[in-house]
């Protein structure tokens, strides 16, 4: 008969001892491991918040629940699943490695946290902080951690769970390794992005020179007939991300039309799918620029067909 306290996220070498399972059982179908000496029983669904109170029961009391991680269990799910359940810990402590679980050192403060299932929970701007500093600089380029960061840190305070203000205020003194990145996403960070990958491909379009404006509205006679995910507004070029839903035939058909409307309108587009963002964005880019050009040609020749037709009717004007 199995106790209550096999009945969630357990420690196996406990349950052992006190006699509610034995090792066979353990390794039998009616437990998973999800970490070394915590299991969970078979039939509860492995979700990224069951894991994280699973790391909880192995993790130091000084532990704090934070990033990706904290932002899920906090209502934004920013991690999948079997993700890395992320901590920080205070820099004189010592945890890990453990495999499925990702530590970092760094200095933390009581107050940026608070108690939660025998260990702590980071407090939502302290969140937003590691959200920009989770990814080690020996291994990754500026621009990739920025286009990393940034989209989760749009998601998340378009959550309402910390605003912009609170975070600069915050981010005014810090010191913590990396607190130059940090600065330098919050001051590309918009929520108006609908999604990650939109936010992932502004950051893709400011680091490259160029200055989107998020869902942009297009407006006749005082109402909203279009919105763009992104926008040069200058050179009336639209940059949208056509994600997998946009490929359902409704979805399709109806991009197709109101395409097609704006475009002779004198937009034009670039369409950026999954694979084109995970891939060389060089190629975003030069299609970018080769739309921009296309529309400043339009343009120019709008402006001289404009141009030939005023002093043709100046012409006959002064004939008369």
């Keep these: 008969m199995n106790a209550?306290?096999?009945?969630?996220?357990?420690?196996?070498?406990?349950?052992?001892?006190?006699?509610?399972?034995?090792?066979?059982?353990l390794r039998g179908p009616q437990y998973r491991r999800l970490f070394q000496d915590v299991y969970a029983p078979a039939h509860l669904a492995v979700t990224h918040e069951l894991r994280c109170r699973g790391a909880a029961l192995i993790a130091p009391e000084q532990a704090v629940l934070t990033g990706r991680s904290a932002a899920t269990v906090m209502?934004?799910?920013?991690?999948?699943?079997?993700?890395?359940v992320e901590f920080v810990v205070p820099e004189k402590y010592r945890f890990g490695p453990i495999k499925g679980i990702h530590v970092r050192r760094t200095s933390t403060k009581q107050e940026e946290s608070r108690p939660w299932n025998g260990i702590r929970i980071a407090r939502p701007w302290r969140v937003a902080l590691d959200l920009m500093l989770r990814l080690s600089p020996r291994v990754h380029s500026w621009v990739r951690?920025?286009?990393?960061?940034?989209?989760?840190?749009?998601?998340?305070?378009?959550?309402g769970l910390v605003s912009l203000p609170?975070?600069?205020?915050?981010?005014?003194?810090?010191?913590?390794?990396?607190?130059?990145?940090?600065?330098?996403?919050?001051?590309?960070?918009?929520?108006?992005?609908?999604?990650?990958?939109?936010?992932?491909?502004?950051?893709?379009?400011?680091?490259?020179?160029?200055?989107?404006?998020?869902?942009?509205s297009i407006l006749a006679d005082g109402h909203e007939v279009a919105r763009l995910d992104l926008a040069l507004p200058e050179t009336q070029t639209a940059v949208e991300y056509d994600g997998r839903w946009h490929r359902t035939k409704r979805q399709t058909r109806r991009d197709k039309i109101r395409r097609r409307r704006l475009s002779a309108e004198g937009w034009r587009f670039v369409?950026?799918?999954?694979?084109?963002?995970?891939?060389?964005?060089?190629?975003?880019?030069?299609?970018?620029?080769?739309?921009?050009?296309?529309?400043?040609?339009?343009?120019s020749g709008r402006t001289r067909t404009l141009r030939?037709?005023?002093?043709?009717?100046?012409?006959?004007s002064s004939a008369g």
Excluded at 4 to 25: E, I, K, N
Excluded at 280 to 298: C, G, P, T
């Design 4 to 25: 209550p306290m096999t009945h969630d996220v357990f420690r196996g070498s406990v349950a052992r001892a006190a006699g509610y399972v034995t090792s066979a059982q």
């Design 75 to 84: 209502g934004v799910p920013l991690a999948q699943p079997h993700d890395l």
């Design 145 to 159: 951690r920025l286009r990393t960061a940034v989209p989760d840190v749009d998601a998340f305070i378009r959550a």
């Design 166 to 216: 609170q975070l600069r205020q915050r981010l005014r003194n810090r010191r913590n390794r990396g607190i130059r990145l940090a600065r330098a996403a919050l001051s590309l960070v918009d929520p108006r992005a609908e999604s990650l990958p939109e936010s992932d491909l502004r950051v893709l379009l400011k680091t490259s020179g160029l200055n989107p404006v998020p869902q942009y």
């Design 271 to 299: 369409i950026v799918t999954a694979e084109k963002l995970q891939g060389d964005y060089e190629r975003i880019l030069s299609e970018i620029r080769e739309a921009q050009s296309r529309s400043s040609l339009s343009r």
């Design 308 to 316: 030939a037709f005023s002093a043709c009717n100046a012409t006959s």
